[in-house]
């Protein structure tokens, strides 16, 4: 399974962004896909997850309302869409898929990851 992510980039704060990924090599219906995020000096931190459907979702508390997970089956692609962006939201984003069953919230249940993608806000 490969994972490309894409979008990251400079914004103002209060601005949005939106991240993509996009999945190849496997049955992109067969994951659960998680968002993370690492800042300089910062253990890699969850961020947002999908099920399998697209049907649930889980954010943690710090982007919660802001930013928003989706995925297209269609183009086996998910999304973070990041809205209201600060300067604490700076950080490499990665991708991940997760064979897991449940949510995963931690990045060692995840079986495969994308590149990471630079997110850098300024205020």
């Known amino acids: 399974v490969q994972l490309q992510a894409s979008g990251g980039g400079l914004v103002q704060a209060g601005g949005s962004l939106r991240l993509s990924c996009a999945v190849s090599g496997r049955t992109f219906s067969s994951y659960q896909m998680g968002w993370f995020r690492q800042a300089p000096g910062k253990e890699r931190e969850f961020v947002a997850t999908?099920?399998?459907?697209?049907?649930?979702?889980y954010y943690a508390d710090s982007v919660k309302g802001r930013f928003t997970i989706s995925r297209d089956s269609a183009k086996n692609t998910v999304y973070l869409q990041m809205n209201s962006l600060n300067a604490e939201d700076t950080a490499v984003y990665y991708c991940?898929?997760?064979?897991?069953?449940?949510?995963?919230?931690?990045?060692?249940?995840?079986?495969?990851w994308g590149q990471g993608t630079q997110v850098t806000v300024s205020s």
């Open positions: 999908i099920s399998r459907t697209g049907g649930s979702t």
């Open positions: 991940a898929a997760a064979s897991h069953f449940g949510t995963p919230l931690v990045a060692g249940l995840y079986d495969y």
